[in-house]
């Protein structure tokens, strides 16, 4: 028997998640969802599948522009529903949110409760009062802090929690330590504690990634994930090609000639300690961004058959500091033709995707491990947002690194161990980056 296609397994994956919502007795079901995976379009059908006359349901997101983003996507998906779009009185709407027919703009809960379709942040929906839904549902759940929660839970009945068990916990910049294992840990992912409290409620998962390439999806499933999945497209569909040859073969040309080729490439300086900004490892990153834009580049996949030349907007250029990524941006500033690339920390990438990555890695340079610079969440974010390649920058000497400092955080009484372990996690990523290595 053939397998099934990736569409027909995303297709039986939706239909099997909505069923399950709405026949369980439970109060909630938990959706896993890779990288790519189509989160967006799941809260879509899903809220377009809830909704009934004198039935309208509301929608959770964790910042205005993932808000902004769904709101986007319902009013194009699904102009039969109205759609309100619960906001502060600070807000200011972006020019692709304009008011219409079955779009509302609005500071006021009694007027959103008229639409079909209510979204908000979870800040917001904290403060709305004498609000009532039969459905929710929770996007980038995982990203969601277990107190969000709980301040809004009284207003729905059955919920849909939507989210990637790899990114990135809730963060915080004030010390955290005293909660760390306590069952009311603020700073716990709503999906953690939901599920320490309800260990009985459905999780299910979306099979296929539709952003990460073939050559891809099976490193982040596996070094990141607990359920497995795979790619949506195959080793063909997805390419890179230069229009214009390497010059004299250098350790960047054939880096980048590499990653074209594989999807991966470590470009590896030699090893040294350095301060937090390396500025070999940026110049370095800066180099292979110029090399791909001179050599005008040509990205073919599934969208673009016939080919769509890489523009800057299509790079992204991943750090762990916002210092780094500072500095990165003062050196793109130096070149025109760089204008565009975005540079940021994971993150603030999160939920974004490109066709190329480049990443300087979080434990390059480095004296010794931290549990921030070993947490999985940071290094699946920055290896996760491509569609055809992430090369990763770093210095010599990670491996040694990690085997003689594999933690030094200290161990919480209570606090559940993290999937994936942040030091496992960086091994298999390193393992398979020194089959794509090119020594600087």
């Known amino acids: ?111 959103a409760a008229a639409a079909d ?39 729905a009945d059955q919920a849909l929690f939507v989210g990637d068990p790899g990114q990135l916990d809730p963060f915080s910049t004030i010390p955290t330590q005293p909660w760390k294992g306590l069952a009311h840990d603020p700073m716990a992912s709503a999906v953690s504690i939901l599920l320490k409290m309800n260990p009985q409620l459905p999780v299910l998962s979306l099979p296929v990634s539709w952003r990460l390439p073939a050559s891809a999806a099976p490193l982040i499933s596996a070094a990141f994930y607990t359920t497995p999945f795979r790619a949506g497209t195959t080793d063909t569909e997805r390419r890179l090609t230069f229009a214009h040859p390497g010059l004299h073969g250098g350790a960047v040309e054939q880096t980048v000639d590499l990653a074209a080729r594989t999807g991966w490439a470590l470009h590896e300086l030699p090893a040294r300690h350095t301060r937090r900004i390396d500025p070999e490892a940026a110049h370095a990153a800066i180099s292979i961004a110029q090399r791909l ?86 290094l699946c974010v920055l290896t996760s947002r491509h569609r055809h390649a992430c090369i990763v920058v770093a210095r010599a000497g990670i491996d040694r690194l990690l085997d003689d400092h594999p933690f030094n955080e200290p161990v919480h009484l209570n606090a559940d161990a993290k999937f994936p372990d942040g030091w496992e996690a960086h091994q298999h990523v390193l393992h398979h980056l020194t089959g794509h290595r090119i020594r600087a």
């Open 1 to 111: 028997m053939n397998e099934p296609s990736a569409a027909e397994l995303s297709r039986r994956a939706v239909a099997h998640i909505l069923t399950t919502l709405t026949t369980t007795s439970h109060r909630g079901v938990v959706v896993d969802s890779p990288p790519g995976a189509g989160k967006t379009t799941l809260v879509v059908h899903a809220a377009q599948h809830l909704t009934r006359p004198q039935h309208p349901c509301m929608i959770v997101a964790q910042t205005n522009a993932q808000v902004d983003d769904l709101v986007s996507r319902l009013t194009q998906d699904a102009p039969h529903l109205t759609v309100a779009r619960l906001s502060g009185q600070s807000y200011r709407a972006p020019d692709r949110l304009q008011a219409g027919p079955n779009l509302i703009i609005t500071t006021d809960a009694r007027q």
């Open 117 to 155: 379709v209510a979204v908000a942040t979870a800040s917001k929906w904290a403060n709305v009062q004498d609000w009532h839904r039969r459905w929710a549902i929770v996007d980038e759940a995982y990203q969601m802090r277990s107190d969000n929660l709980l301040q809004i839970a009284h207003l």
């Open 293 to 378: 834009l001179i050599r005008e580049a040509t990205a073919y996949c599934e969208d673009h058959p016939t080919g769509q030349p890489l523009e800057p907007g299509h790079i992204a250029i991943g750090t762990a500091h916002r210092d780094q990524a500072g500095y990165l941006q003062h050196l793109l500033r130096t070149d025109p033709r760089l204008k565009g690339i975005d540079v940021d920390t994971a993150n603030r990438l999160q939920g974004r995707e490109y066709a190329v990555t480049i990443v300087l890695h979080p434990l390059s340079g480095r004296r010794d491990t931290s549990g921030f610079h070993l947490e999985a969440g940071r």
